[in-house]
T-cell receptor, first 113, second 110 residues
Framework: KAGVTQTPRYLIKTRGQQVTLSCSPISGHRSVSWYQQTPGQGLQFLFEYFSETQRNKGNFPGRFSGRQFSNSRSEMNVSTLELGDSALYLC????????????FGPGTRLTVT | KQEVTQIPAALSVPEGENLVLNCSFTDSAIYNLQWFRQDPGKGLTSLLLIQSSQREQTSGRLNASLDKSSGRSTLYIAASQPGDSATYLCAPSTGNQFYFGTGTSLTVIP
């Protein structure tokens, strides 16, 4: 069974631009969570989607948004990029509600210049 | 807000040693706790998930224990190998939201 896939793997954007990242969960997983990882703040929870509905949201500004499609694939969008948004963005899927074990993708490395 | 602390922050051991990584968390009302490893620049690999009703889980050379009442978990690695070198992260969860510590960076010297 294929793992969690994320595209693109690397991205360079300029301040003020917007970006969309994509995540395809493991087949059969309907829950998708997004995390931001930076050297200073570590791993921080962004949001979680289940059956196309946002179930939980972390403490991030409204510039960070997401959505989930009927096939469980998810996208996150960051508008008006700031230098501080440079990070590794990780997506995880799980078999929630049957099982909470999180399986992570390889991440998208976003650099904002 | 759940605060997660991992001690030590870094650890260097010779190959073959047994070692213990510690994790403490402030809010004991958790559903599960999951241990991960992360190789440099890569995503997280799941090692073990301990459900709130369990006290420990084992997988190969790894054993993780959970004491919810005291807010502690430990990851025991037996007979360490150079391939175990990575950052180890613990993450207690409330539902499907996981809270991560800053990790323990492990180096196993051949």
């Amino acid at each position: 069974k294929a793992g969690v896939t994320q595209t693109p793997r690397y991205l360079i954007k300029t301040r003020g631009q917007q970006v969309t990242l994509s995540c395809s969960p493991i087949s059969g997983h309907r829950s998708v969570s997004w995390y931001q990882q930076t050297p200073g703040q570590g791993l921080q929870f962004l949001f979680e989607y289940f059956s196309e509905t946002q179930r939980n949201k972390g403490n991030f500004p409204g510039r960070f948004s997401g959505r989930q499609f009927s096939n469980s694939r998810s996208e996150m969008n960051v508008s008006t990029l700031e230098l501080g948004d440079s990070a590794l963005y990780l997506c995880a899927s799980s078999l929630y509600p049957e099982n909470y074990e999180q399986y992570f993708g390889p991440g998208t490395r976003l650099t904002v210049t | 807000k759940q605060e997660v602390t991992q001690i030590p922050a870094a650890l260097s051991v010779p190959e073959g040693e047994n070692l213990v990584l510690n994790c403490s968390f402030t809010d004991s009302a958790i559903y599960n706790l999951q241990w991960f490893r992360q190789d440099p620049g890569k995503g997280l690999t799941s090692l073990l998930l301990i459900q709130s009703s369990q006290r420990e889980q084992t997988s190969g050379r790894l054993n993780a224990s959970l004491d919810k009442s005291s807010g502690r978990s430990t990851l025991y690695i037996a007979a360490s190998q150079p391939g175990d070198s990575a950052t180890y992260l613990c993450a207690p969860s409330t539902g499907n939201q996981f809270y991560f510590g800053t990790g323990t960076s492990l180096t196993v010297i051949p």
